[in-house]
């Protein structure tokens, strides 16, 4: 699944998600995800709170997140 | 539930800034460690989202526009950094007068050769972290490099596992109880020492963009203990959040295009103006013109003037001039290379996903993240609290930051071994053990207990959340404080006994959280309702004057006979005292 967040994108790929650790969950100090116990899975819940800090991507140990497209210093110089 | 028992020489309870580096201490001295978190490692600290160190010499062009504000630059003479770091760095609530000097004073020394020593734990660039990087991601280039060179050097690490109490017996604290998250097993940790490194309380707000695991399990957990806390009244605001529905609840960085801002109400009248006039707090030189920073526009550093910024919104908001609770940031007249000139202002803009900030101002309030604040464990400059065997440092003792946070890790971490090299491994006697076996049970009746419409550990925290933002956030008053700690009360006496995990340890965890909330809530409350004065980052409505005659003391909160008790100690002045600070101390 594909959620635009302004000029980023941020992908959950559910199928890739199976760690059933939950370390994204552990890891978004926003509260974003939610881990259900019966069956174990992660579940997107509130995506509106998502500061782009990427630490749920580094953490999964499966790449089921890719966060990408966020506005860079580079962007700016490059005029976009 | 399964019992487990562990004994270490060192245990030590959190793994952000302040634990880690106290784990490497540890370890360095060759001791038996273990470091337990109850979230995954560093990456649920605001270590993680801290701003960075220290702030080396800012980008030339920046200096040129002439935006850069004072603050801790290392390539400075020693004497400026440690004035600033003393004054502002530990970030002691805005007061200066009731931060422990002596303890500031101690690490502050230390400061200079703490940050180099980074370096050997394989942290690449110490000072430059406030200029590079996104925000929201600065700590982490220093807390990651940390945790692999901690376990390099052979610290034990327990992830998942959440202490729920301290064990005292007698008049020591010999370790810790708690379960494990992933197994489900109850554990007891015995130790010569421990050293909390929890972090702070930043979620008990309802505004608030601490990270979610920040819900002061050490406050509570010391408490228990009979530890004793200071000026736990003094807790802060820091800054202004976003408050748009649809975006995240999040600070907006300190960029220039936020500095350049003007805050109006709902009738559109640019405030801060008027309220400067007011109080009296318009420094030499405020030009007042709008297209000035806020430092210029009113002749004061941004970090004096936050405190002001910080009441006087809420203050437009009480008195029905916001809107949904928020005043507006109006930034249509900022030019936009100011929001483009530093990654502060592009992470705004991310944060802000397309919200057409040229075309109409964003709606902000005051938003807590637990730092700029005075209370805590009280320690000594040792890092030692007042029950022997228990280290504190970090966020969870009175003050807060990053090198802070470093600094007070050394000294509870070298504490912590120098006690444990003259004592032997401590063994639980039997009334302890009957101790550790009731609160057992309380946990397992707690994960057992079925759903029920009042138990639930989220809506208990919602509630809490609310009470606290409510009646013991940026303004206080003795009615709303009163009426504040009997609706804990309520939640004490109505909620927390149905409070319910139904057979989940995540619940469980989340439960424990919720019932220490309560808990520091009421000693928030409690202390507010004490200290009969505004100091610092502690506003009163009903007395809205600092009070140095009857009021430079600290307040010292402990449990005594299960009530919460409420003396005072006269203040550690061996620096900056009232009077001798020429730019004016708070």
Redesign the interface.
């Known amino acids: 699944m594909k959620w635009k967040?302004?000029?980023?994108t941020f992908e959950f790929i559910k199928d890739k998600c199976s760690c059933g650790?939950?370390?994204c969950v552990?890891?978004?100090?926003?509260?974003v995800f939610d881990?259900l116990?019966k069956p174990q899975k992660i579940k997107v819940v509130n995506l509106?709170?998502?500061?782009?800090?990427?630490?749920c991507e580094e953490?999964c140990p499966k790449k089921a997140i890719s966060i990408q497209g966020?506005?860079?210093?580079q962007d700016?110089r490059m005029g976009k | 539930m399964k019992s487990e028992k562990e004994a270490y020489d060192i245990l030590i309870i959190g793994s952000g800034m302040a634990g880690i580096r106290a784990a490497i201490e540890a370890r360095r001295a060759g001791l038996k460690t273990l470091l337990v978190e109850k979230s995954i490692l560093a990456r649920a600290s605001a270590s993680i989202y801290a701003g960075g160190l220290v702030i080396r010499r800012p980008p030339e062009y920046l200096v040129k526009m002439g935006y850069i504000e004072p603050g801790m630059e290392f390539e400075k003479p020693f004497d400026e950094s440690f004035h600033y770091f003393v004054k502002e760095g530990a970030r002691t609530g805005g007061s200066l007068y009731t931060a422990n000097q002596r303890v500031s004073m101690t690490v502050a020394c230390e400061m200079q050769s703490r940050a180099d020593e980074l370096r050997d734990f394989g942290v690449k660039d110490v000072f430059s972290q406030a200029w590079l990087g996104p925000i929201g991601r600065k700590g982490r280039d220093i807390m990651l490099p940390m945790v692999q060179y901690a376990k390099k050097i052979g610290l034990k690490t327990r992830e998942m596992t959440m202490i729920t109490d301290l064990i005292r017996q007698g008049e020591n604290i010999i370790g810790a109880i708690g379960f494990d998250i992933l197994k489900g097993h109850f554990m007891i940790f015995l130790a010569k020492a421990v050293v909390l490194a929890t972090g702070s309380h930043g979620q008990i707000y309802q505004r608030s963009y601490a990270p979610i695991r920040m819900t002061g399990d050490g406050y509570a957990m010391a408490y228990r203990a009979g530890v004793s806390l200071s000026d736990m009244e003094i807790m802060g605001f820091d800054n202004w959040g976003i408050a748009e529905p649809g975006l995240p609840q999040y600070w907006f960085p300190p960029s220039i295009a936020r500095i350049s801002g003007i805050l109006r109400n709902a009738l559109g009248e640019p405030f801060f103006d008027r309220f400067a006039k007011e109080q009296g707090i318009l420094g030499e030189g405020a030009t007042l013109s709008p297209n000035d920073t806020l430092s210029r526009r009113y002749g004061r550093p941004f970090i004096e003037l936050i405190p002001y910024l910080i009441k006087a919104c809420m203050k437009e908001i009480l008195e029905g001039r916001g809107k949904d609770g928020a005043v507006f940031l109006d930034l249509t007249h900022v030019p936009e290379e100011r929001m483009y000139v530093d990654h502060n202002g592009l992470w705004g803009l991310n944060i802000l996903r397309g919200f057409d900030w040229k075309k109409k101002p964003i709606r902000v309030a005051p938003i807590c993240m637990g730092d700029f604040k005075g209370g805590g464990v009280r320690i000594d400059e040792n890092g030692r609290t007042d029950v022997p065997g228990l280290f504190a440092g970090g966020d969870v003792s009175p003050g807060s930051s990053m090198l802070y946070a470093l600094m007070t890790g050394v000294r509870s971490g070298r504490g912590a071994v120098n006690r444990t090299l003259s004592l032997p491994m401590p063994e639980l006697d039997a009334k302890i053990n009957g101790w550790v076996d009731e609160r057992k049970e309380e946990l397992k009746a707690i994960f057992h207990r079925r759903r029920s419409k009042r138990g639930d550990p989220q809506k208990i925290k919602d509630e809490i959340k609310s009470i606290m933002w409510k009646h013991g956030g940026v303004l206080r008053e003795e009615k709303g404080l009163l009426e504040g700690i009997r609706n804990l009360k309520e939640i004490e006496q109505n909620c927390l006994p149905m409070i319910f995990a139904s057979g989940s340890f995540r619940k469980l965890r989340e439960a424990m959280e919720a019932i220490n909330m309560v808990k520091v809530g009421e000693m928030i409350l409690r202390a507010s309702l004490f200290r009969k004065e505004s100091r610092g980052y502690l506003q009163r409505l009903d007395y809205p004057n600092r009070d140095d005659k009857n009021w430079l003391i600290n307040s010292i909160m402990r449990k005594e006979k299960n009530e919460m008790k409420i003396e005072t100690k006269p203040v550690d002045l061996i620096w900056i005292r009232p009077g001798e600070d020429q730019e004016g101390g708070r």
């Open positions: 967040l302004g000029k980023a650790l939950g370390r552990e890891a978004c100090g926003q509260g881990f116990e509106t709170q998502c500061i782009l800090c990427r630490q953490v966020a506005l860079t210093m700016i």
